[in-house]
Structures are given as C-alpha cells and as structure tokens.
C-alpha cells in the first residue's frame, strides 16, 4: 500500500516486464483473497479493470487461438503483447521442453476430468489446442523455451523461459469469488458469463449463458455461494492447467491432492497434510527461527 503511489508507469520501455500499478493492483487482488479481505479484493480488482472493458483483457481462446498453430500459441501466451498478461518474468528453467512428459502429467484422464464438462454446457476452447507427442500427456502449448548460448559461437548455454506471474483472467477470478463471498451473487455471475464468452467454443448467450439455476443443477446443491465457488475453482483449474496455479487453491481450500504411480500405487496428500508448507531454510534455522513441524 505504501508502494503503489510510488510506481511510475512511463519508467519502462517494456512495461509488462515491470511492477506496473496494474500488475500491483492484481498482486494486492491475490494477497487479500488469501487473507479473506474480500471488499479489498475488489477494490484492487476493478482498479485493474478500471477502462471497464474486460473482454478486451481476456485471452481470445474461442476466436483468435482457435486460428493459432501450436508454433503460434507457443510464441503468443506469454508475449509482452498479449493484453492478459500483467506480469511477465524470465527463470532459467527446463520446463519449456519437459512440462508434458514429465511423470504426472496431463493424462487423457486428467483432461477429461477437468476440460470435459464445465456448467455453461458448451465446450472448452482449451480443448481445440491439446496436443501429445504419442504419450499419455498432453499438453496446451503455453509456456516456450528460448535458449541463450554462453558466447556467439557457443553450442551450450542457458535455457530459459518467460512466465505470466499475474494475468487479468486471475483477476477477474479473484472478484468473482471475493463478491460470491460478499454475497454480489449477480456480479459474480455476470463476471462469470464474460469469461465464459472467451472461453467457450462457439459461445452463444442464449444457450450458455451461466445462471443461478444451471449452476445448483450442475453442482447438485441449492446453496449458491457454494455453487458459485465450485464453478470459479473449476474455471480456474481449467483456465491455469499446467501453469500450477491450482496449488494456491489447493492450499487455501484443503483441497487433497492424489498422486498415481505405477503398479497401482497412489500418493494421498491430504487437506492437512504439514508437508504443504514449505520448510524453513537452514540458513534461517540456524538464525533462529524454528521449522516447519513435519
């Protein structure tokens, strides 16, 4: 809060790669989800949203991704370009070429339990851009790597890749799930059904328009709140798949957490389990601060 006053957008010839106040607002959006601080929530939220024009911040899976090739999609997602994206940072990484071979990956399973059916009724554009080397992971071709070489004539180098730490979809996702919890149910549907206008294939208003009704059907509730809850962690569980956002929610909910493995064999990390928290460095140990109990 002390910082905000302090950015100074004209500062960056490429301001995506900045704290922008836009990035910052959508950071302070996050960090009082977490505390459950929901009016600030939106306040921080419609700050980002400020020029009222949404849909215009939103990723285009249902109309200009549906034309991409993978190449395409590869070089977009996380383009300083791309209006969703609010903040882009660089890590030397070798996710770029292991994220869909890696031992949990996106299985067909996977994929249907999570892009097969949503409560609008329609289908998912995500799925229009699946892809599998002839594995059992699939993967949406998001996140590129781009490989920088030790010196010009050099054939070893660094590889890295450049990540969307905050986007407009996370911030649209945040006010919606902060105003069902304030009890704005009808704007967080509204908010709902412009999302799913970018995101459903071949989005017609009148058919896959979300209501109150759809949603307590689908989710086979009458309570709302919590209807519309389940509907905001599943769009955003469909929205970030492979981009491990999910944890965030897997954290804040106690969401278990079931890892297959060959043979048969399962890994049960429960809602409560201590190894979800990250353990204290030794370093900081050693200063004297006590680890995480495990």
Known sequence: TEGLPLLDDKRYSVPKYHFTKTAANAFAARFYLFKKDYAKVTDYANQVFSSGNITALLRPWNST???????????????????????????????GRNYYTNRYGFTSAKRD?????????????????????????????????????????????????MVP???????????IEANDFLNN??????????????????????????????????YGTNDLQTGLLLT??????????????????????????????????????SGTDLRRVLQIPAS????????NPR
Not at 165 to 175: G, K, P, S
Not at 186 to 200: F, G, H, K, P
């Open 65 to 95: 991704y549906l034309t991409y090739t993978p190449a395409d999609m590869f070089s977009n997602y996380a383009k300083a370009t791309e209006p969703a994206n609010l903040l882009l940072a660089e890590t030397s990484s070798l996710w």
């Open 165 to 175: 730490l905050f986007t407009a979809e996370e911030v649209l996702f945040n006010r």
């Open 284 to 291: 900081a140990k050693l200063a004297g601060i006590d680890q």
């Open 232 to 269: 905001v962690l599943d769009f955003k569980r469909a929205e970030f798949v492979q981009e491990g956002m999910r944890w965030f929610d897997i954290l804040r909910y106690n969401i278990p957490v079931t890892h297959f493995a060959a043979g048969g064999q399962f890994y049960q990390l």
């Open 185 to 218: 149910t009808a704007a967080a549907i509204a908010d709902l059904n412009i999302y799913a206008s970018t995101r459903i294939t071949n989005y017609n208003s009148s058919t896959d328009n979300i209501t109150e009704a759809k949603i307590k059907a689908f």
């Open 113 to 161: 339990e999570i892009l097969e059916s949503n409560v609008t009724g329609g289908d998912w554009a995500f799925k229009n851009q699946l892809y599998t080397a002839g594995t059992e992971n699939y993967l949406i071709p998001k996140i590129n790597e781009y490989f920088v070489r030790s010196s010009v004539n050099a054939t070893i180098g660094t590889p890295y890749v």
